[in-house]
């Protein structure tokens, strides 16, 4: 089965890193990623893994009927089984263009619950309607295909985020009386890092020795660090940067948090866990989902930084056996239901349907 993954970028990111996970799928089909813009590291990543990538450079805001155009030609050409779109410019344009090619099994995704307005609504409702499946990475994203879309519950497909689960080096953790809390996140509008910088500057001003390291990168470094320097905690803060394994940081840390205003599917939460590493987020998108507060991980509400502090608070005031057998509960949580094997047999349910 020829299976065509499209998507508008293949650089870094949440579904970049979900398509990387999936190229190292050897399960006998013939995969093909492509972007209608650009490539960078995901694209390299992909390409390790001997499956075919194209990065075609071309236009992507919506609507562009030249990019469907060009799509309906390279579809035409490649004759392809599947084509599985993720996010809103693949989407649209893809989707149009599959079944303009007459694929025969047409997939679109929704990969966060976006801030559509009506039209746009309205607009993706035919989109989706032109689908054969609609997939959402968590309740909280089918919901909203559901009441805000339209979309019909025949179509919706519930698949979360693949994980894949590299072996991890035995370390332990550098002793010290610093509480060390990581996060690992693009440093963009909607993580509300504010948020966590806010709570560790009440946590200093109590006289708690914490330390908050954020790795990633992103339009609001500037900014962020500059909300570090007014709230005086720069040396309690670490901008780790952007980095290809983000493991070590998670490992040697106390506490992974994720404050979120919206989610699809956190890979960096689904890390967290998989490393053992105690994790603390907003019930965002799959959270809920994997997460059952207070057992292997803990819930707080998203947007208030009053419930995220005190619940920051209280965690690390719990022993340290306590926090690390609610990290040992969630790695399980992952083990158990977030592997390739499960991913790729969901998808195929639809492929093949």
Known sequence: MKIIRLTTFLDFGGVEKRLVNISHANDGNDWVFCAINKGGEAETKIREQGKKVISFNWAYKIPNLQTVYKLYTYFKKESPDVVHTSGAE????????????????????EIGIPSQSRTAKSIFGLIYRLSDFVVGNSQPVIDYLKTENKVSKRKLKLIPNPMLFPELPQTEKTRSDVFRIVSVSRLEAVKNIESILKSVSRLVSENINVEYVIVGEGAQRSSLENLVAQLGIKDNVT????????????????????????????????????SGTPSLSTKVGAAGDIIMDGHNGWLVEPNNDTDLFLKLKEVISFVEIQRN?????????????????????????????
Do not use: C, W
């Open 90 to 109: 693949a989407n649209f344009h893809g989707v149009l263009a599959a079944k303009l090619a007459r694929v025969p099994v047409v997939v679109s995704e």
């Open 325 to 353: 057998t609610v990290g040992h509960k969630g790695k399980k949580t992952i083990l158990e239901n977030y592997s390739l094997e499960n991913h790729l047999t969901s998808l195929m349910n639809i492929y093949k349907n």
């Open 239 to 274: 901008f780790a940067g952007f980095q290809n394994n983000p493991y070590p940081f998670l490992q040697q840390s106390d506490l992974y948090v994720l404050s979120s205003y919206t989610e699809g599917f956190s890979n960096s939460l689904a890390e967290a866990m998989y």
